[in-house]
């Protein structure tokens, strides 16, 4: 696999994590470039849709984390090949994301 970052918020958890947590689940090597909710503001102007996590992936920006979180899953052989048994793990990761949303509001 070519050369990866991963670009996110300086903490733990959060929509970059389930993606480095699968890089190091199979043993890739990735850059990890992390900033501060204060640089949040400049690193948004270089990124696909003004979001994060960022990946940058032969050379593209490419972002939304259920998608990348389920291409290198696919890679690692953690997602399963069955559509119905995808589905299922396509389902859970939505309804985390709907509470992500909700938890969020709650917080900010």
Known sequence: MTKIKVTYFDMNGG???PIRLVLHCMGQDFEDDRFSFNE???VRKGTPFGQVPVVELEGEQITQCNALGRYFAKQACLYPEDAYQALLCDEVMDAIED???KLGGTLF
């Open 99 to 101: 509470v992500t949303h």
């Open 15 to 17: 929509r970059g994590e």
């Open 40 to 42: 949040f503001a400049e």
